[in-house]
């Protein structure tokens, strides 16, 4: 089965794929209203379907949205799967033109969605192919662990719609792109075996990963740090703009694939020809990609991980092509899954002005009405304070680095069951709560983004970092580092947000306390970057959505609690915030 995601009149709908009858053109067409098309039908004295009702989710009504279609798990594709077939057959014997009148809709008359709209989870794995490490003279290994960044939720765009570029006054902002295999989750797991992992794939879907250059014109000297965070902070940044990820045009269900190593990809500008490359060149599967993210993080319905580049890495896109009147069409096409294409436009200064004047005419959150479901998005900076670079191997610098990760790595409780068996490392941070949407953010146009901070206690253990096989690369062995923080709820924090003014801040001290012993003592004043820098970088390129979480960092090098630690407890104290206490449990 093709299914896909698209508007109608305003409202996000989900439908498949079939062929009209008689006109041969494409429709998509909603389960719930064509099963209750064809049971009125059948319900008629004279419709041969009398004694047999034709009956698949009814009496329970069908889910209007994909991500609530995909919640049903198993039983839900396989009854699909049954009226999709029902529908076909009845439309060409019975009266086809009643149900595909209310239920379809002609493909080429709708807005198509990413097939999941903003999904909570959208992984990219880098690096993922042999050419990457072929035809880089420095790289002397390839990687065993999928090494990816999280989109955020307003990266992705559906088929037709545009990848929206900033045209800046002087030197060039680059893109490139390229297609890769999109991976779609279907049904909730946590700790998933290798061998049962692709039980838990709804389909497959296309998905056209760009590179904006937006923060290599802005932030030119961000090349000069060499160490793996600052590559992957720095590095990312150009993947995590806005309408950066283009996803679709459908999700397209295993049995209908089949083998997902054995796909043709090509990618072309303009309809010309740029790579083709195949699946086969996927280093790290679908199958040991889903057991190892899952190991650290319950995967969920409707997640999307794209598998990364199989050929060429990179594929640059000249601005001048459009300033010079021509439009520029991207087309990623994978064999059996379809063409997903979108254009590219530019805005101009001027352009980006009338678009922030949108979102200042928001009304911004309150600060009773957050909690920490309200955050779409967690950002975590890194090596923001002169202790924490020291720890990390980091130079000081005055750009932060940050990396997005996911809302379910926070949480609020007030208990947390680790692995016993290893070392833990626990880290006092400060992180910001966003209060309005703001697109295309500069220091100008913060002052009413910044809803309260959050004490934050982060909370991890080296249990990934003992999975890297070496010799590794340098980014290999950093990434385990990475992945600790988006473990489900091992950032610390409260439920209620603080505002706090400048003056409050400056004088903010933070303390660690680890079963009554002081093992840090720092203050907000410490961090080199603070949170108007962090937000100010964020929101050049990607919009803040009201509720987000920006974490600006440890503020020290972790404290240590050995192996063997149920029963400590850990409290953190940061003036003018409430106070975070932790207590470890046994599992």
């Not at 990457?132 to 992705?156: D, E, K, M, T």
């Not at 709820?489 to 001290?509: F, S």
């Not at 020290?556 to 470890?584: F, N």
Request: charged share 20%; hydrophobic share 40%; with cysteine.
């Amino acid at each position: 089965m093709k299914l896909a995601s698209f508007l109608v009149d305003g409202q996000e709908r989900f439908g498949f794929l079939m062929l009209h009858p008689i006109t041969g053109d494409e429709l998509l067409v909603e389960p719930g209203k064509a099963e209750t098309d064809m049971i009125h039908f059948a319900v008629a004295k004279t419709s041969g379907y009398q004694f047999s009702v034709p009956r698949f989710l009814s009496p329970k009504p069908w889910p209007l949205t994909m991500k609530a279609f995909l919640e049903l798990g198993e039983e839900g594709m396989d009854t699909l799967g049954k009226l999709v077939s029902f529908t076909e057959r009845f439309v060409e014997q019975s009266d086809g033109f009643s149900v595909l009148a209310r239920a379809g809709h002609l493909l080429k008359d709708v807005k198509l969605l990413p097939p999941i709209p903003e999904p909570r989870l959208l992984l990219g794995i880098v690096g993922n192919c042999p050419g990457f490490s072929r035809n880089h003279v420095n790289i002397r290994h390839i990687n065993l662990i999928p090494q990816a960044h999280q989109r955020h939720l307003g990266s992705a765009i559906g088929n037709g719609e545009p990848f929206v570029m900033r045209r800046r006054k002087g030197p060039y902002d680059g893109m490139s792109f390229n297609a890769e295999l999109g991976v779609i989750i279907g049904k909730a797991g946590k700790d998933i075996p290798v061998e049962e992992a692709m039980s838990y794939v709804a389909g497959y879907t296309v998905v056209s990963d760009t590179a904006h250059g937006y923060y290599n014109t802005k932030y030119g000297e961000m090349g000069a740090h060499t160490d793996p965070i600052s590559i992957m902070a720095y590095g990312w940044t150009h993947k995590n703009t806005d309408s950066s990820c283009a996803v679709g045009p459908y999700l397209v269900t295993k049995d209908e694939v089949g083998h997902p190593y054995d796909l043709m990809v090509y990618t072309r500008t303009n309809g010309m020809l740029r790579d083709r490359a195949n699946t086969c060149s996927t280093l790290v599967g679908v199958e040991r990609t889903i057991a190892y993210f899952s190991s650290f993080m319950e995967l969920l319905p409707g997640d999307v991980i794209h598998m990364g580049a199989n050929g060429k890495d990179g594929i640059g896109i000249d601005r001048d092509w459009q300033v010079n009147g021509e439009t520029v069409q991207l087309e990623c096409e994978i064999e059996k899954l379809g063409v997903l294409r979108n254009t590219v436009i530019y805005l101009d200064d001027e352009e980006i002005e009338e678009e922030r004047g949108k979102f200042s005419l928001s009304a911004p959150m309150k600060a009773e009405e957050w909690n920490l479901g309200k955050a779409g998005n967690f950002v975590m900076t890194y090596a923001n304070t002169q202790a924490s670079a020291l720890d990390t191997g980091c130079q000081t610098s005055p750009i932060p680095r940050y990396l997005w990760s996911v809302a379910s790595a926070l949480s609020s409780s007030t208990s947390y069951m680790p692995d016993d068996k290893e070392e833990l490392y626990v880290n006092a941070e400060i992180a910001v709560v966003i209060g309005k949407t703001i697109k295309w953010a500069d220091k100008e146009n913060l002052s009413d983004c910044i809803l309260g901070y959050l004490p934050l206690v982060s909370v991890t253990d080296k249990r990934l970092s003992q999975q890297v096989i070496q010799p590794a690369l340098p980014r290999e062995s950093a990434m385990p580092e990475i992945y600790a923080r988006w473990a489900d709820g091992c950032n610390r924090t409260c439920d209620t947000v603080t505002p706090l003014l400048k003056d409050e801040l400056a004088q903010m001290r933070v303390m660690l306390e680890i079963d009554g012993e002081r093992v840090m003592d720092a203050k907000y004043e410490d961090y080199i970057c603070k949170a108007e820098d962090v937000l100010e970088m964020i929101g050049y390129g990607s919009t803040l959505y009201a509720g987000d979480v920006i974490s600006l960092g440890g503020l020290c090098a972790p404290a240590i609690i050995p192996g063997g630690h149920t029963g400590v407890r850990i409290a953190m104290k940061a003036s003018g915030l409430p106070d975070v206490s932790l207590a470890l449990k046994e599992a």
